[in-house]
C-alpha cells in the first residue's frame, strides 16, 4: 500500500471488515451487509473494492448462526477515530445494538487498518496482539488499537481481505496477506464457503 497522509481531508486507504449473523425480519446477513455497503459512502468514505461474501462459523464456536462475513477496501479522507463513529453510526442506523463482545449481531463492521498507523502505539498495539486467547474473552480494549489485533487470527478476515488487498503488510509485523493466510490451520480456512 502507497504511503498516506493521516490528516483530515487527505486520502488514506483503510480496510474493514463486514460481519452479520441475525436476520432483520425478512432481511438475510448477505442483504444487511449490502445494506451497509450501501450506507457507508459519504463526502468522507469511498468504497474502493469488495471482497465476496463468505459464509463462517460463529467464533466463539456454538456462540450463534453461521456468520456472513467479507472485507471492503475505502478511500477515507477521515482520521481513523472518525471513520470507526462513521462504522459505528451505520451499525446503529441498521439496528445493532451492543450489549457485549462475540455475541450474535444484525451487523459488524471493523475497522481493520487505516493507513499505515500503528494505534494508540506499537507496544500498545503489539500487547493486544499477542494477548492469549482465554484473556481475548474477557478483556476490551479502551481505545483503538490499529492494525486490529486479531487481524492475523481469523480466517475469516484474511481470506477476504486477500481479495481486495492482496498486497496488505501488517505495518507493525511487517507480515503480509499470504504469510498470515498460510500461518492459520487449514481447517480455518476450509471452514469458510463463498455465497
Known sequence: MPQVAQHQGQL???LIALGANLPIGSQTADLTLRKALAMLPNETVQIRAVSRFF???AYPAGSGPDYVNAVALLDARIDADGLLAHLHDVEAQIGRIRQSRWEPRVVDLDLLSHG???LPDAATQAAWRMLPAEEQTRATPGQLILPHPRIADRAFVLLPLAE???GWVHPATG???AAMLGALPAADK???RPL
Do not use: Y
Request: charged residues 15%.
Open 12 to 14: 488514506t486507504l483503510a
Open 116 to 118: 499505515e498507523s500503528v
Open 164 to 166: 481486495v488487498a492482496p
Open 55 to 57: 459464509r463462517s462459523p
Open 190 to 192: 476450509a471452514a469458510l
Open 175 to 177: 507480515k503480509g496477506v
